[in-house]
């Protein structure tokens, strides 16, 4: 078993390698115009990932290689993925796609002919660098490498993204909580402008004037609602899917109540000065899992 692993992986190397040198830019693959089986170019692209998933679970060698398609206006990942048999965070990882539900309109996809992750050897968003540390353990002298529109990614056949990668994937799509803001600090460590001692930064923290508009960053429920807390002042937690929470915390006024269901820009309550602030702000921030993850990660609007 061992010897047979080996052939297929230098094989599947052999036959990227070739690919690579031959077709460096998303111009130069086959073009197919579109998603449909009437279509001969489609239909042999079909085929060949039917036949390279048959190959994958019967442990038989695969040959990637690549086409692409310039999406429609009612085209989206899912529907993409779905038609080309593809999953998303394939189609994600080899085109620089950093959430679920990014407008691909117009948008040149590359559609690889096998199943798996693409790991960019120079990540260049938040994406790529947490797939970069999550499978730096995989990534070997002998796994394959390939080269995808002038980037050199490891490519991992057949590997999915981890439960805490894909929600990532699925919630990054956050908007701001607030019409415009800039980060007047940021999350982690840092010298508390209260107590003068080094203390972890939970969240953000987004200037604005008293009664600003707050809105929620994404579809959820509110599940606190709380006033006169001594450090947060007036907040609001909300619970979204995949295990995540935001906070909003220094309101001075609050407009939902607990159990409502909220939808992404939806005003939840206005900008203030209660609990522990030297200024009028908004404090931010994002769970996952019960721990606190850097709000920044999710928000890419942001001027910093």
Known sequence: MQKKQLKLRLLTITAVTLLAGLQTAAQQYISIPELSSRNLIFKQYQEQIEDNNTAFFNDRESELSFYTYTCKKKDTLFTVSSRCMLRQETLATVNGILDAKQNIEGM????PTINGIFINQNPSNTLEILLRGEYSSKLTDRTPVCTVGGKKYWFLEGEKFSPSTRAFFLISGMRLPLSSATVTSSYGMRISPISGKW?????????????SDVYSCKNGTVTKTISEDPVYGSYIVISHDYSFESLYAHLGKITVTEGQSVSGGEKIGEVGLSGLT??????????NGGKSRDPSDYLHELKK
């Open 278 to 287: 030297t200024g009028p702000h908004l404090h931010f921030e994002v769970h």
């Open 108 to 111: 040149t996809l590359i559609l």
């Open 199 to 211: 203390k972890k930064h939970e969240g953000i923290d987004l200037a604005a004037p008293v009664g």
